[in-house]
C-alpha cells in the first residue's frame, strides 16, 4: 500500500492494492483550526463557570440514603467568638449495632434555600447501638437557617463465637 501523496488542491490520493486509484478531501487547515478554538473556548469557559467542586456547596446532604430509619439528630445553633456560627447536639441510634467512623454534616442556608456554607466534623467515639452520641460543628457561616445530616457512617460488628 503506498503512503498517500498531496494531490491538486486539498486531496490526498493512494492507490488500492487492486490499482484503483482513491481521491480523498481534506478539509482546509483554517477550518480545522477555527473547529479546534472553539472547542477550547467551549471547555475552557464551562470549567470557569463551575467553581470550585472541593470547596464551594453540595447539592448532596448525605452518603447514605435512608440514615433518618436508623438514626435521628437534634441540635442547636450558637454565635461563636470568631464571628461564625457552631452547631452542636446529640445523635440518637435506634438501631442495634456501634457505628463508626460516623461523620456529620452541617449546611448553612440562606433565606432563598440555598446552602452557602458547609462543614462536616466527626462524631468522636461513633455512635452506641441504641445509645446517644455528642457532636459540634464549628466555623459554619452566619445564616438564617441550618441544617444538620448525616454524612456518613460505618456499622462495626463484634466477630463471631466459633
Known amino acids: 500500500m503506498d503512503i498517500p501523496r498531496p494531490g491538486p488542491g486539498c486531496e490526498l490520493t493512494r492507490r488500492r492494492r487492486s490499482g484503483t486509484m482513491v481521491t480523498m478531501r481534506m478539509l482546509p ?27 464551594g456547596p453540595t447539592e448532596f446532604d448525605t452518603l447514605v440514603p435512608g440514615w433518618e430509619s436508623k438514626f435521628s439528630v437534634d441540635w442547636k ?30 449546611m448553612a442556608v440562606d433565606s432563598s434555600g440555598k446552602v452557602v456554607g458547609q462543614r462536616i466534623e466527626w462524631v468522636q467515639g461513633g455512635v452506641p447501638g441504641f ?10 457561616a452566619v445564616a438564617p437557617s ?5 454524612w456518613d457512617y460505618t456499622f462495626l460488628e463484634a466477630p463471631g463465637f466459633r
Not at 487547515?29 to 470547596?55: E, F, R
Not at 454565635?79 to 467512623?101: M, V
Open 146 to 150: 441550618y441544617r444538620v445530616t448525616v
Open 77 to 106: 445553633v450558637e454565635p461563636a467568638q470568631d464571628g461564625t456560627s457552631r452547631l452542636y447536639g446529640r445523635i440518637s441510634s435506634h438501631y442495634g449495632q456501634y457505628a463508626a467512623p460516623f461523620r456529620v454534616l452541617g
Open 29 to 55: 487547515k483554517a477550518l480545522v483550526s477555527w473547529v479546534k478554538v472553539g472547542v477550547i473556548t467551549v471547555a475552557v469557559s464551562a470549567c470557569a463557570s463551575t467553581g470550585n467542586p472541593l470547596t
Open 131 to 140: 445509645g446517644q452520641a455528642y457532636f459540634e460543628i464549628d466555623q459554619l
